[in-house]
Structures are given as C-alpha cells and as structure tokens.
C-alpha cells in the first residue's frame, strides 16, 4: 500500500504557483520523498526527490517540512501542459526495490 | 542516451492469443520494472528483473503471464491466452544506478478483442 496521502484532485490558474501537498506521516529516517508525474496516458516522469532540504531543479522545488511528515511540490508558473496526475511517493534512495504508486493528485491547470 | 524503449506501442490481440511486449532499458541500466494500468485506474506493480532473475515477482497475475530478461536482449512481458480483462497500459520502467530514479518508457497499449 502507498504510504502517502494526497488531495485527488487540484485546479490551478496558468502562470500561478502549484502548490501540491503530500502528507507522509510514517516515513523512515532513511526514506526520501520522491514526485512523478503522468502526463494523459504517458510513460511517468521523474519530478524531484529530497530527504529533509528543500530541493529545486529546472522543473519545480519540494519543501519538506522539518518534521519531514508532510511535503509540497512546487511548480512555481504553472502551464497548460503541467496538467497532469502527479505522484508522492517515500522510498529509500539508491534502493532497487519498486515504486508503489498511489491514487496522486489530478492537477488541472485552466486558461 | 536513448531512453527506455518499448514496442510495440499499440498491440490489439483477440481472446486466445499470445501478446508479447518488449522493452529494452536505458543504457547501463540492468534492472527493469513492469507496470499495469487498467483503463481510468492507477500504475501497478508487476514484476522486478535484473538480468536473467527475477527479483520481485508479487505483482504478477498467478497464471497467464511470465517476464524474463535474458543476458542479451530486451526484457519480455508475455501473457497468454489473452482476456479482455488484459487490455492495459503496459509500462516498463528501468533503475537510475545513482539517485534511485525510475525512467520509464511511454508503454505499449494492448487491446483485446
């Protein structure tokens, strides 16, 4: 079973921040908060991962809280083609065991 | 770097048939993954390879279906005896050996008839 929460579903102005929350309540010390993101029926993208530092990359920022229980993915000028289900998921990195999905956030972006 | 291939993108097969789907991983990458998704629902995991094991097969449907991924080669989903029931997004994913990323490929589409 997936061990995150997310909101089903998210509506979001074009051009204005995306802010998309995950609660992950039992996560372990040792246990990183990755995003993915699947576009209408495409293969999944990778997004972002973090263990307890804010991180940024060219696509969006993750903030974990310090407790690390909780997370938002950030995608700060939203556009029509980030309109997607997006994915939290907790694993240990460098870790091959596999990614259990749950039912994500379903983020519409509108004109 | 290619990313992860797999064919044939759309496969329709009638009820009794053999599908089978392929996919070849990144460059460098010896694990794959395969997924599910049913119409209107969510990815599910089927089975876990490296090269010539199998590492994780909970995933997988009982009978029917079988993956393999030989020394040399693309990793194989089979299903035989395909049911409607069979009709899915099938996605294969391989395993980043740095950041514990999963690179997926865009699927193949069966359809059952």
């Known amino acids: 079973d997936a061990k995150t929460t997310q909101p089903p579903s998210m509506d979001c102005a074009e051009g204005r921040a995306a802010n998309l929350p995950c609660n992950h309540s039992?996560?372990?010390?040792?246990?990183?908060v990755y995003w993915y993101r699947q576009i209408h029926s495409q293969g999944p993208q990778y997004i972002i991962h973090?263990?307890?530092n804010n991180e940024t990359n060219e696509m969006a920022s993750l903030i974990i809280t310090e407790d690390r229980k909780s997370s938002t993915l950030i995608l700060p000028h939203a556009t029509l083609r980030d309109t997607a289900v997006y994915y939290c998921?907790?694993?240990?990195?460098?870790?091959?065991?596999?990614?259990?999905f749950g039912t994500g956030t379903r983020l519409q972006v509108f004109p | 770097n290619a990313g992860v291939m797999q064919n044939p993108r759309h496969l329709v097969r009638r009820r009794g048939q053999e599908a089978r789907l392929r996919c070849s991983p990144m460059?460098?990458?010896?694990?794959v993954y395969w997924y599910r998704q049913l119409p209107e629902e969510g990815l599910k995991f089927m089975v876990y390879?490296?090269?010539?094991?199998?590492?994780?097969e909970s995933g997988m449907p009982k009978e029917r279906f079988s993956a393999e991924f030989p020394k040399e080669g693309p990793s194989i989903l089979r299903i035989q005896q395909v049911v409607r029931g069979d009709s899915a997004a099938y996605f294969c994913?391989?395993?980043?050996?740095?950041?514990?990323?999963?690179?997926f490929g865009e699927g193949s589409r069966l359809t059952v008839l």
């Open positions: 973090g263990l307890k």
């Open positions: 460059k460098g990458h010896s694990h």
């Open positions: 390879l490296q090269k010539e094991n199998i590492i994780d």
């Open positions: 998921i907790v694993r240990v990195a460098r870790n091959t065991d596999k990614l259990i």
């Open positions: 039992t996560i372990s010390g040792n246990e990183y």
């Open positions: 994913a391989s395993l980043g050996p740095n950041t514990g990323e999963l690179f």
